[in-house]
């Protein structure tokens, strides 16, 4: 139980456009999904926290014009990288919290700009 | 805000060995928890430990072990028997207990079980 997918696993897009990253919880209800962004060889950086219904919270320093976060439902977020720049090339991971203290994470999502 | 820190960037042991991974952390809260989640070469992130800050036993999953002191601020990780899977990344993480649910993170160790 309790896994969280994330599609694509790995996307390549050219600078200048949008691309979107789904999160979904497979078999529970997550009331809060949280993004991350890992560099190479660093820790994970909360982007945000969406919870369903509403808008997302986002860390200080996120743009939330270039990312733009849906929690359309129980089971389902997406980030959408705006206006995409190779600077913006990096590991992007979700996880869903069922609302007992406790994260799962989604595989991760390598996006590369061009 | 709470703070993590990962004092070892990387660390190697020998197989059928045993490891201890450091972590301490800094809060003015009472009620946590804190996490060691373990990142593989596939970037997968993996619970492998919890600790509630409420409880004084040190959490215990097969071969993986906490030593919990609370006033010190300290939650290490104890690997017995180190196997080659074991290799990967190790997070420290620790969350507010009835709060927003957010992990706070810290940098990491690289951990390396030679054959």
């Known amino acids: 139980g309790a896994v969280v997918s994330q599609h694509p696993s790995w996307v390549i897009c050219k600078s200048g456009t949008s691309v979107k990253i789904e999160c979904r919880s497979l078999d529970f209800q997550a009331t809060t999904m949280f993004w991350y962004r890992q560099f190479p060889k660093q820790s994970l950086m909360l982007m945000a926290t969406s919870n369903e219904g509403s808008k997302a919270t986002y860390e200080q320093g996120v743009e939330k014009d270039k990312f733009l976060i849906n929690h359309a439902s129980l089971t389902l977020s997406t980030l959408t990288v705006t206006s995409a720049h190779p600077e913006d090339s990096s590991f992007y991971i979700c996880?869903?919290?069922?609302?007992?203290?406790?994260?799962?994470f989604g595989p991760g999502t390598r996006l590369t700009v061009t | 805000a709470q703070t993590v820190t990962q004092s070892q960037p990387e660390m190697s042991v020998q197989e059928a060995e045993t490891v201890t991974l450091s972590c301490t952390y800094d809060?003015?809260?009472?009620?946590?928890?804190l996490f060691w989640y373990k990142q593989p070469p596939s970037r997968q992130m993996i619970l492998v430990i919890r600790q509630e800050a409420y409880k004084q036993q040190n959490a215990t999953e097969n071969r993986f072990s906490v030593n919990f002191q609370k006033a010190a601020k300290s939650f290490s990780l104890k690997i017995s028997d180190s196997q080659l899977g074991d290799t990967a990344m190790y997070f420290c993480a620790f969350m507010n207990m009835g709060g927003s649910e957010k992990l706070v993170f810290g940098k990491g160790t690289k951990l390396t079980v030679n054959p």
């Open positions: 996880s869903a919290a069922p609302g007992r203290n406790e994260q799962y």
């Open positions: 809060t003015s809260e009472n009620n946590y928890y």
